[in-house]
Nanobody, 119 residues
Framework: QVQLVESGGGLVQAGGSLRLSCAASGNIFRFTNMGWYRQAPGNQRELVAS???????NYADSVKGRFTISGDNAKNTVYLQMNSLKPEDTAVYYCNVDVIWLGNQYNYWGQGTQVTVSS
């Protein structure tokens, strides 16, 4: 089992910043990919950003230039720095990780953290 502990969500005014963190612990040999998804009411869950163990990143077009994903391999932690936040960024943000354990790959979701951007 893997536990994901997310933190950093909250309420911020448009133009402000927040930093999300997701720490993974438990049965992890190594992670291969870590990412952040978000889901707003009435919408499907969508990828915000992801990062591979090697540091390759991928961003949704809507957040490019505003959000930065980074990872700490030693701590099995992924961060999402969110700048220039907009009301449309309001959503529940979920951490997602792919981990290798005993030769098998597993995928896990965090419990979600609310981000609310007021106009």
């Amino acid at each position: 089992q893997v536990q994901l502990v997310e933190s950093g969500g909250g309420l911020v005014q448009a133009g402000g910043s927040l930093r999300l963190s997701c720490a993974a612990s438990g049965n992890i040999f190594r992670f291969t990919n870590m990412g952040w998804y978000r889901q707003a009411p009435g919408n499907q869950r969508e990828l915000v950003a992801s990062i591979t163990r090697g540091g390759r990143t991928n961003y949704a077009d809507s957040v490019k230039g505003r959000f930065t994903i980074s990872g700490d391999n030693a701590k099995n932690t992924v961060y999402l720095q969110m700048n220039s936040l907009k009301p449309e960024d309001t959503a529940v943000y979920y951490c997602n990780v792919d981990v290798i354990w005993l030769g098998n790959q597993y995928n896990y979701w965090g419990q979600g953290t609310q981000v609310t951007v007021s106009s």
